[in-house]
Nanobody
């Protein structure tokens, strides 16, 4: 069973930055596609960014393009989400997900609050 642990959330002012990390407990981490989702109160969970397993291709939600960057370090079994120019509407619980074939594994989430 793959386990994922997110960290790096917190309170930040508008315009600030945070870097989220998601550490995976799997020697086969490099074979998983990784993604970040977020869920704001009263809203559905939405895809924020994703990175493929094989060639590191990335894609982003339109709302975060140019501000967020997803990356992975397979040697450390970790995926990151660098978030810059944060806005109040980025406030949500952020989850990482590992996917391979039909299987998906979720972390417990980390709260990001953007407020002055």
């Amino acid at each position: 069973q793959l386990q994922l642990v997110e960290s790096g959330g917190g309170l930040v002012q508008p315009g600030g930055s945070l870097r989220l990390s998601c550490a995976a407990s799997a020697f086969t981490f490099s074979t998983y596609a990784m993604s970040w989702y977020r869920q704001a109160p009263g809203k559905e969970r939405e895809l924020v960014a994703a990175i493929s397993s094989a060639d590191g291709l990335t894609n982003y939600a339109d709302s975060v393009k140019g501000r967020f960057t997803i990356s992975r370090d397979n040697a450390k079994n970790t995926v990151y989400l660098q978030m810059n120019s944060l806005k109040p509407e980025d406030t949500a619980v952020y989850f990482c997900k590992a996917s391979r074939g039909s299987r998906g594994y979720w972390g417990q989430g980390t709260q990001v609050t953007v407020s002055s």
